[in-house]
């Protein structure tokens, strides 16, 4: 593999940063470069420092002026919700049972979740996603779609075939034990295989006994160094209904540590009803509450309290997420622009260095993968997305007037779309350049 050279901007978080001043949380070169061998950075910072490191036969790729960033990451999407999105539905409970999971039947069959599989790698490269945790459905041919995808594209991808065995289709039901055996066939045939890593998936409380909770318990104790994903306080009804279904339990939270699914590599998808006791608990565990902007904000779920969370005497792990299909974009870029907006109508205030450091380093320090992924440091896989602040003829008449690095995250962050994505790098390869175009059909509808 050649080496390559890539010039551009170059931004990259060292660490949350404490206020919009705080210009040592970040790396950022006006005239930067990456130095990519093997698919990793071997060299980054000044232009003409990094290029005297080069090979005289070093391929140069010119980004200029556009920004380089670490790859965007996604920790909460549902692989096989891509042809649900934009539903109509009053509630979460509503838009399940009417669209989702008749949705998720279709994937027992291997074809079709082969299909939406490319579709799905499509559309997150399209948006400069790089790396994403995702649930497949009750299937395991969903799960091997996906993992098998993955592998083509060479992607850091986490998934799980869902497990799931009451409240729900029939065609969507496993067993306790069939969950069990197949999270464990998934788990033999595709963890470590490639970037892939599997997630023990006990979709939510409602949708398991107890017993296949113990079978996720017993998963998670013969593998502890796998993740683990599932829903929590997304919505009153569906906590009511779960409190109901799990009487012992003191609360929501309380169900999954008492089946031991509390921990740092736990996954919370939603978690914005919870009480003291419930934040504590998570804190305790290190496991992180994901939120999902655009799903919470579509499906009318709540106000995720992020800042409030990350300020407490014992403060909570946050990540971000688009919650694909139940959110409304793919992109990360339109999940901050909500996640600002909720966070004003709570009275805070999310300024852009946070956001941009919550889709890359943020959410990789979430996965524990700061490492390999969400940074331009050495060593680190070169996973990239480009971004063009002027991609729009509305956002470069806007950028006529824009005078700091803040102003311009926060433009992109509001305005930007698949648009202002020039180009997204895995591994040091080149993925949008190329995509194909949508072969699907569109038929006449009733009015």
Known sequence: MTDSLIRGRLLSFKRAPLAMTDTDSYLYEHDGALLVSGGRITATGDYAQVKAQATADVEEIDHRPHLILPGLIDTHVHFPQMQVIASYAGNLLEWLNTYTFPEECRFVESDHATRIATHFYDEFLRHGTTTA??????????????????MKRNMCMVGGKVMMDRNAPQGLLDTAEMGYDETRAVIAEWHGKGRNHVAITPRFAITSTPGQMKAAEALAQEFPDLFIQTHLSENHDEIKYTAELYPEATDYTDIYARYGLLGKKTLLGHAIHLSEREAD?????????????????????????LKALRR???????????????????????TMDEAYKIQQLLGERLNPLESYYLMTRGNAEALGMEADIGTLDIGSMADLVILDAGSTPAMRLRMETVKTLPE???????????RAVVETYVAGKAMKTGLGGDEMQTGAVEA
């Open 133 to 150: 945790v995702a649930y497949c459905s009750v299937h395991k041919t969903s799960a091997d779609a996906f993992f098998a995808e993955a």
């Open 408 to 418: 311009e995250l926060f433009l992109l962050q509001t305005m930007g779309d698949d």
């Open 281 to 305: 608990a998570l804190s305790e565990a290190g496991s992180i509450a994901v939120h999902c902007p655009t799903s919470n904000l579509f499906l009318g779920s709540g106000l995720f309290p």
């Open 312 to 334: 407490r005497e014992k403060p909570v792990r946050v990540s971000v997420a688009t919650d694909i299909g139940g959110g409304s974009s793919y992109s990360m870029l339109k």
